[in-house]
Structure formats: C-alpha cells, structure tokens
C-alpha cells in the first residue's frame, strides 16, 4: 500500500447544475435503470465509503431523491447558477478540515469506473502538493483527486471553468491515469438515448 492508502480521501460528485443545454435536469435522468446522479454516487461510495459528498443546488430536493442513500454527506450551493467553480469552492471548503485529498467527480460522466477511480486514489503517492488526473482525447480532466494543498485554489474558483487553473498550476506536481471513456459526458437528450443503447455520442468538453 502506499502511502496514500493512511490518507483520508472524500469522494465529491457534483450535480449542482441546471443543465441549460440538456434542457432538464439530466442528473434526474435515467441511465440503463439508475439516473445519473445515482450511478455517480454509488460509484464514489464503492470507492470512498462513507467519505462520499453530493454538491446539489438546481432542484437540490429531487437531485438528493434521486441519489439515494448512497452519498454519506449533502451539500447544497445556493450559487450554483454561478457555473462549476462555486460548486467546487463549497465542497473544498466543507472538507477542508477533515480531508487529505479529494476525488472530484462529475454526474454527468456515466462510463467512469470504480476501478478507474481507485487506481486514481492508489496512484497518488499522499503528498500535499500531488495531482492526479484522468487523461483522454489529449487533455486532462475529471475525474480528478486533488491534495490537500490544492484547497485554497479550489475554495477560490467561481464561474464556468472548473478547475483547470489549478491543474495548470505549477506548484503542482501531476500525474495523469489514461481512461478514454472520460471523454464522454452528457449535453444532450440525444447523448444519453445513444448511450443507453450502447452507442457513444461524440465529446465536447473542452
């Protein structure tokens, strides 16, 4: 085991946003017999236990419904509408004093694996100042586990660019984990139905 393994690792899935493209709220959405955001969150749970957080905000109720029991910890961001880095702000700054990492996830990304995100989790050598990222289609991305010492950038961001900053940051070293499957998030009604038919929809995040 290395030294990540003594580490204490929170699983953070974020559907928080209203999915203006989709058009309806897809973490509701049905993926082969689960919605989305319940997929993810038994997803983090397989891999992080009870350390497992739901960042909810658009239709936060029916979203946390939708989950299940499987998130340990609900965390509702009142700024959602903000974009992806006020989710992200919340949930650093809520794990801030309990966490030495964290697993970002993200709901809308239906062909993670858990053995994906344990192999992120191992790879991580437990160091403050270690990234570790998916890597797909010639970028990296989520999801992504991020030290400790990457939480006060993370409690900073606002707006619709997530996190990248911070995985361009140089005072911090990355590794990156190749799973191409990342690629595939969800835009569109249209994404899903192929999906659930086995197709693959072509991939837009940038």
Not at 10 to 21: E, H, M, N, P, W
Not at 136 to 156: D, E, H, I, N, S
Request: overall charge neutral; proline content about 3%; charged content about 25%.
């Amino acid at each position: 085991m290395n030294s990540a393994g003594r580490q204490s690792v929170f699983a953070i899935v974020l559907a928080a946003g209203s999915a203006s493209r989709y058009g309806r709220s897809k973490q509701l959405e049905d993926f082969k017999g689960m919605s989305l955001v319940r997929h993810a969150t038994e997803l983090a749970h397989e891999v992080c236990g009870d350390n497992t957080i739901l960042v909810t905000g658009h239709k936060s109720a029916a979203v946390a419904r939708a989950a299940g029991d499987a998130a340990r910890f609900l965390v509702v961001n009142d700024r959602y509408a903000e974009g992806m880095g006020s989710s992200i702000a919340v949930a650093a700054k809520v794990v801030s004093h309990a966490a030495d990492g964290i697993l970002l996830m993200l709901a809308d990304q239906p062909l993670i694996t858990a053995s994906h995100l344990r192999e992120l989790r191992d790879t991580w050598n437990g160091a403050d100042d270690e990234i570790v990222a998916t890597s797909f289609a010639g970028r990296m991305g989520p999801p992504v586990l991020f030290p400790r010492k990457t939480f006060p950038a993370l409690a900073q961001l606002s707006g619709d660019h997530g996190a990248r900053g911070v995985l361009r940051d140089a005072r911090f070293n990355m590794k990156t984990i190749k799973f191409e499957d990342a690629r595939v998030d969800i835009d569109t009604p249209e994404d899903l139905a192929a999906l659930n038919v086995g197709a693959r929809p072509s991939a837009r995040r940038s």
